[in-house]
Structures are given as C-alpha cells and as structure tokens.
C-alpha cells in the first residue's frame, strides 16, 4: 500500500523527534528570573525582564578547586572527579584522565591510615604482578607547600610491554586521615606529569 503525503510527514516527524530530544544542553544558566540552556564556549541572546536585550556567554576556565572534608586540590576543568562511599568511614575520591592517569584521594573518619601505604600498593599490583611483571620500590617522603609531610612509597611495575609508576603516600592524625594514590602510565609521563604537577602542588589537607 503507498504511503499518503500525510502519512509520510508525520513518518519523517516521527524519525526526527528523538534527535530533537537528545539536542540539550549542559547548563542552564539564571539571569534576574530568565533562565537559557547554554553549553560551554556558546553565546545566546537573552531578553531580560523589562524588554532589555543582553548577549551570554559560557566559558570554562582551565582549572577548577574540587574539596573534600579535609582535603582540597585544583585540577583541569575537563576533568570530572566521582565520589564513593567505601564503608567504615571512608569516602573515595577519583580523577582519571582520557589516557588512565589516575589520582585517588581516600577520606578516613575513624582511623588513621598511614600503615595502610604497603597494603594498598600490593591490592593496586598484584594481577600485573600475577601475571609476570616486575615491581620495584622505594621510601618517599613529600611535602606540602604548608610544610606538611606525607609519607610512603614510589613503586613501578614494568612487564613486557607496559610500565606504571605509583605513588601512595598518607597523612594522619589519631583517628583520621588521608591517603593519596596516583598512577601514571611510563609512556605517558611526558604529556601527562603537570597534571600531578599540579595536583601535589595545590593539595591542602586541613588536618
């Protein structure tokens, strides 16, 4: 049977409206009561209460603070940071890059944990090392730029093909504190070490 121009249309209709769904924006951005959708780096014009006619623009800045309860680090914009709740009072914080830079922030309410620096390097290699590669390590000690000192290890695991390079260092007071992880692919150092540049030299702990 041939389809009618009506039916034709509304067919057409139909195969654009989820297009036109899924056209949204990030933001909505307020201005005195007139509220536009409006994505970063885009321009709209705006008609504000009162009949005036005001240009927007979205612009996202290069870095940006992102806090936790006891802790605070300044990060590229691009980048989001997820949260998760591990139990026993403690809350995980994660930033990856697109190529697997990672830098993981953990919150402890109940415990301090600076003896856990061994620990948690073993459970973040032992598959690679299961499966053939080397691990090598070594004490380090960093410090912050209020003088704080945190302690624990660099390590690398370099199998065949690939090579890591960890660092886990913690800071706590009797019953708190915090652990930092950062992971970083050997290949990718060069183009991605500011962002741990960056990361260590913002890191506030306000313990």
């Not at 620096?117 to 080397?134: C, D, F, S």
């Given at each position: 049977?041939?389809?009618?121009?009506?039916?034709?249309?509304?067919?057409?209709?139909?195969c654009?409206?989820?297009?036109?769904?899924e056209?949204?924006?990030?933001?909505?951005?307020?201005?005195?009561?007139?509220?536009?959708?409006?994505?970063?780096g885009?321009?709209?014009?705006?008609?504000?209460?009162?009949?005036?006619?005001?240009?927007?623009?979205?612009?996202?800045?290069?870095?940006?603070?992102?806090?936790?309860?006891?802790?605070?680090f300044?990060?590229?914009?691009?980048?989001?940071?997820?949260?998760?709740?591990?139990?026993?009072?403690?809350?995980?914080?994660?930033?990856?890059?697109?190529?697997?830079?990672?830098?993981?922030?953990?919150?402890?309410?109940?415990?301090?944990?600076v003896s856990?620096?061994?620990?948690?390097?073993?459970?973040?290699?032992?598959?690679?090392?299961?499966?053939?590669?080397?691990?090598?390590?070594?004490?380090?000690?960093?410090?912050?730029?209020d003088?704080?000192?945190?302690?624990?290890?660099?390590?690398?695991?370099?199998?065949?093909?690939?090579?890591?390079?960890?660092?886990?260092?913690?800071?706590?007071?009797?019953?708190?504190?915090l652990?930092?992880?950062?992971?970083?692919?050997?290949?990718?150092?060069?183009?991605?070490?500011?962002l741990?540049?960056?990361?260590?030299?913002?890191?506030?702990?306000k313990?």
């Amino acid at each position: 049977m041939r389809m009618t121009m009506t039916a034709a249309l509304a067919f057409v209709a139909l195969c654009a409206a989820p297009t036109l769904a899924e056209d949204l924006k990030a933001f909505k951005l307020t201005i005195d009561g007139v509220a536009v959708d409006i994505d970063p780096g885009e321009s709209v014009d705006v008609t504000l209460p009162g009949g005036k006619a005001a240009k927007v623009t979205l612009e996202r800045n290069d870095f940006a603070t992102f806090s936790g309860d006891n802790f605070s680090f300044v990060h590229p914009s691009g980048i989001s940071i997820s949260k998760s709740d591990l139990g026993d009072d403690i809350t995980q914080y994660l930033m990856a890059s697109a190529v697997g830079t990672v830098v993981i922030v953990q919150e402890y309410g109940a415990m301090n944990p600076v003896s856990l620096n061994q620990l948690m390097l073993q459970e973040m290699t032992k598959e690679a090392v299961q499966a053939g590669a080397t691990l090598t390590q070594k004490p380090t000690t960093r410090k912050l730029s209020d003088g704080k000192e945190l302690t624990g290890i660099r390590a690398t695991v370099k199998s065949r093909t690939d090579t890591d390079n960890y660092e886990i260092v913690a800071f706590g007071t009797a019953d708190q504190g915090l652990l930092m992880i950062t992971r970083i692919d050997g290949e990718s150092e060069a183009a991605e070490a500011s962002l741990l540049d960056k990361f260590w030299e913002s890191l506030d702990i306000k313990l």
